[in-house]
């Protein structure tokens, strides 16, 4: 069985374009299946979050023979691959690859008469295919590459993903001005620094921007997806001269892009090339809405991963790029992937079967069973999606277990020092401290401890009784020492001013509040011992 | 010491010194070189740690604007890097001429930069210690004939051996080898490496300005790193590399001989100039060239340098 490729020229860029966009999205593999009538190359990022390919029919190579086979497939390392096209000017390039061999045999003429044969082992390797059937999809954009780079140029640099909003097209007329589109940056609500990410929105007028826009679909449609594997194909359609077109349907459902008709032209002709990028979305909906996917669909367990066509045998009925449908799913493609990390924890503990979810490449998915840490601020907090449903918010957050934090940090007192976070089990900082085995009096009553999920509301109020109280303690505090009155009144004017002192005192220390009742005692006591002592004869020790 | 017993050279724009010099730039920051003054000109040699490759260069008296020279022959020895960033700092200041002299005080080498600004005279100064270094005996000293060699471009080998870096290492590591195979009948000149995997490059031997091969077959091996400082290292420039030439001979016992031709462009006008007005000039550029040699012992050979060898 044997392959033999021969190209020249000007056609040497375009498998040189070919080659570059497969890297980007797949680092460490290149796999090759030819047909009879086409070439293919395929490649996958570690996470199987994106998937990319791109094909060459037969008659686009100078000379294309399949011997003795109907299908070759083969996987090369994709430095190796990148390898052939170091130098820049090449003329011609040829590749043989015999399975016995072992190894694809590529020799490379350049211009300055350089003739350079290199022969790259082959690997094992499994050929994945993404099952996704995007015809249905309702909605379409069609727009030319450079415009789309020009838009993500206004998105910060260090963006992972974005997120595209697709209005229905008679939501669109109601709006008047045809903005029917918007792209946001996306930022992960859990990482640390989400709170001073910087946010970009853009309004697109299609009739401006796009070259083409359709959204069959009844309701709003948002997808969420990884930035740099969708600017290789960006990159890719500017190499080939073509525009881009997108298509997608729901989160969670793949988003599909490829060049738009016609792929390429050389010398005025098209050229029989075609490009695929098939991503993974987040799985929830930055409208609120909920996952547009259809019922009894499951996820995959964390060992099933998309069907695999052992290497070397051929899909039935599958014309080149066509590919089966992975086990499990039917209808409109679901883009299955292996997940890694937790979440295969998660799922191998059997938690839940549920639409398929984004893979582990994007940063992980909040659960809604782990109830969300409270966290100080002006604003009270809120969980994607909370504006938009606090009623929804409000019964999940009611439904929710109590989650019990330890006390506030330093910073957090320090930002905030009237809001406190507790439990049952921390103590209150300047709470009066009441001797072994009794509570003190202003102690909440014995019952569950406060809810985590109370909004800061809530707390906010506990908080204004806590600045009360402590107001009323600064005020007592600033009375006089009622030790070095009471004694001052004994022992030198206890007639004259002693009854006017304590009836002041007392007065005052009965309107207080319960909670200074401790001190009240102390007071009591200390009276008593200086009552003692008067009544004690000098000289002789009391008691 | 009195000016009469100093060495004068006169560089016009200390640039296309420079440029020469980094083409056999050493890896190693306290890399020492032997400098040698005669009246034909000044030499620059160094050697690499292994001692399996030595580099020189050789700049003729008619490459300079002024080379006086009172004695027959004087050596010393200076760290290569020191030299190079010496001449970076005049080459960023001016286009004027530069003035070297040695001996200066304390055995010195001095560098004098003087430039008219506004009616009044700006001058820089340098000075560098030179050592006592005492280098290995020249490889060249160990030649046997008969001999094989080649013409081509010094931008090709340079592709070619930076191609075979794929081939040749793995990763960061740079111990792999470079075959040479020249055969006679039919005429091939070959480079390949198949250590993290196979690559083989064939010159066009018809397109060469020479070549000749006086055995069946030529065939030896070469350290990857050792290669890459012989070819990779040239100046860069396209009209530098463009123009220069790269003769590779192999001797009988595989020591190979690198000789680049590099133009010295980059000079500035200078009064008295014999060679004429300022910037690149294809005739005035070829009569201003540098000759930069390497020589390289094959992994097969061994010298022992006390003397005795042993091929």
């Not at chain 1, 570690?46 to 003795?68: P, R």
């Not at chain 1, 020009?150 to 993903?161: G, V, Y």
């Amino acid at each position: 069985m044997s392959l033999k490729i021969h190209i020249v020229g000007s056609k040497l860029r375009f498998l040189k374009a070919a080659l570059v966009y497969l890297a980007k999205v797949g680092t460490d593999e290149l796999t090759l299946e030819a047909v009879v009538d086409k070439f293919i190359l395929r490649s996958i990022n570690s996470s199987k979050s994106a998937y990319a390919s791109f094909s060459f029919e037969g008659n686009f190579f100078d000379a294309y023979q399949l011997l003795d086979t109907n299908v070759i497939q083969a996987g090369v390392t994709m430095k190796h691959a990148l390898a052939l096209f170091r130098s820049h000017r090449i003329n011609k390039m040829t590749l043989d690859l015999k399975r016995e061999d072992d190894q694809l045999s590529v020799t490379v003429l350049s211009e300055n008469g350089l003739q350079k044969q290199y022969k790259l082992p082959l690997m094992r390797t499994d050929v994945l295919q993404a099952a996704v059937d995007d015809s249905s999809f309702p909605v379409c954009v069609v727009a030319a590459a450079n415009e789309l780079n020009r838009l993500l140029s206004s998105f910060q640099t260090s963006l992972d993903e974005i997120t595209i909003i697709a209005m229905p097209e008679r939501e669109d007329m109601q709006y008047g001005t045809n903005k029917a589109v918007q792209i946001h940056s996306y930022v992960d609500p859990g990482k640390e620094t989400s709170a001073k990410a910087l946010r970009t929105q853009l309004e697109l007028d299609t009739q401006k921007v796009f070259l083409g826009y359709n959204n069959q679909g009844a309701d709003p449609a948002d997808v969420t997806f990884n930035l740099k594997d969708f600017k290789a194909m960006l990159s890719l359609c500017e190499a080939l001269g073509s525009n881009v077109e997108l298509r997608f349907e729901a989160p969670g459902n793949p988003l599909v892009v490829r060049p738009h008709a016609n792929a390429a032209r050389l010398g005025g002709q098209d050229l029989d090339l075609s490009g695929l990028l098939v991503l993974a979305t987040l799985r929830s909906s930055q409208l609120g809405l909920p996952s547009a996917l259809p019922n009894g669909r499951h996820a995959r367990g964390p060992g099933q991963q998309a069907q695999r066509t052992p290497a070397g045998e051929r899909t039935p009925n599958v014309p080149g790029d066509t590919p089966w449908l992975a086990a499990g799913t039917s209808g409109r493609g679901a883009f299955n992937v292996a997940r890694s990390g937790q979440q295969q924890q998660q799922q191998g503990q059997g938690q839940r079967d549920g639409p398929a979810q984004r893979p582990s490449r994007f940063a992980q998915e909040r659960d809604d069973a782990v109830p969300i840490p409270p966290q100080f601020g002006d604003t009270p907090m809120r969980a994607v999606g909370q504006d938009q449903q606090p009623q929804q918010q409000q019964q999940q957050q009611q439904q929710q277990q109590p989650h019990q934090t330890g006390p506030p940090s330093a910073a957090t007192a320090a930002r905030r020092p009237s809001a406190r976070f507790f439990d049952s089990e921390t103590e209150f900082a300047d709470a009066p401290r009441t001797s072994a085995g009794e509570a003190p009096a202003d102690a909440l009553p014995d019952e569950a401890p406060l809810q985590h999920d109370h909004h800061i509301s809530e707390l906010d109020r506990h908080a204004e009784g806590q600045a009360a109280e402590e107001q009323q303690e600064q005020q007592w505090w600033e009375l006089p020492q009622p030790s070095a009155q009471a004694h001052a009144h004994a022992g030198h004017d206890a007639d004259a001013a002693g009854d006017d002192g304590d009836e002041d005192l007392a007065a005052r220390l009965a309107e207080m509040p319960p909670l200074r009742s401790r001190y009240r005692a102390m007071l009591d006591d200390q009276e008593e011992e200086e009552e003692d002592d008067e009544e004690a004869v000098p000289g002789t020790p009391p008691g | 010491m009195e000016e009469a017993e100093q060495a004068l050279i006169r560089v016009i724009g200390s640039k296309g010194l420079l440029a020469v010099l980094q083409a056999v730039k050493p890896a190693s920051n306290k890399q020492a070189s032997m400098v040698t003054i005669t009246k034909d000109g000044m030499n620059i040699r160094w050697e690499d740690e292994s001692k399996s490759l030595q580099s020189s260069i050789f700049l003729n008296s008619e490459v300079f604007a002024e080379f006086q020279v009172p004695w027959v022959r004087k050596t010393f020895g200076l760290h290569f890097h020191t030299f190079t960033d010496t001449l970076t700092v005049f080459a960023s200041t001016s286009t004027s001429d530069l003035t070297i002299r040695y001996p200066g005080p304390n055995e010195e080498l001095t560098f004098e930069l003087v430039e008219a600004i506004s009616e009044q005279q700006l001058c820089t100064y340098a000075r560098i210690n030179t050592l006592d270094l005492d280098l290995s005996p020249e490889i060249s000293e160990y030649w046997q004939e008969p001999s094989s060699y080649f013409l081509a471009p010094g931008a090709m080998l340079r592709e070619a051996i930076e191609d075979l870096e794929w081939a040749a290492c793995s990763g960061a590591q740079t111990q792999g080898s470079v075959t040479v195979h020249l055969k006679r009948s039919p005429p091939s000149i070959t480079l390949s490496a198949s250590d993290a995997a196979e690559l083989s490059i064939k010159l066009p031997v018809g397109d060469l300005a020479g070549f000749m091969c006086t055995e069946a077959e030529v065939y030896h091996k070469y350290k990857y790193k050792l290669m890459r400082a012989a070819f990779s290292n040239l100046p860069s420039a396209k009209e530098a590399a463009t123009q220069m030439s790269t003769k590779v001979t192999v001797d009988s016992s595989g020591i190979m001989k690198v000789m680049h031709m590099v133009p010295l462009f980059g000079g500035g006008a200078s009064q008295g100039n014999p060679l004429g007005p300022s910037g690149p000039n294809l005739s005035q550029g070829f009569s201003r060239r540098g000759s930069v040699h390497f020589f390289l012992l094959p992994q097969d050979v061994v010298i022992e340098y006390d003397g005795e060898d042993d091929v």
